[in-house]
């Protein structure tokens, strides 16, 4: 009988639904600033997203800020809106 390999999960810090990590947009805290980690392997700390629009709205004005332990800046917030921005429609949709 064939190994099932493992699939991490991991947990949208605005909806607290699990999901496997792939799923997920990554954001990361690094000395410069929150970014998002689209390898999602960059140091520093990091917290997931779904691609939903509702989530990252919930997650930019509270949730992402107890995730990575630190205060959201103007321009951390402006960089993450932008992304949410250009992800595709239909990536948006599915969540």
């Known amino acids: ?55 990252w709205e919930r997650g930019i004005k509270k949730n992402l800020s107890k995730a990575l332990r630190t205060n959201l800046s103007d321009r951390d917030r402006e960089r993450l809106r932008a992304y949410l921005e250009s992800l595709p429609a239909e990536l948006q949709a599915d969540q």
């Open 1 to 55: 009988m064939p190994r099932r390999k493992h699939v991490p999960q991991r947990m949208c810090v605005a909806c607290q639904q699990s999901q496997d990590k792939k799923t997920l947009v990554r954001i990361v805290r690094t000395p410069d600033g929150v970014f998002v980690d689209e390898t999602g392997k960059h140091p520093g700390r990091g917290a997931y997203l779904h691609a939903n629009p509702s989530c």
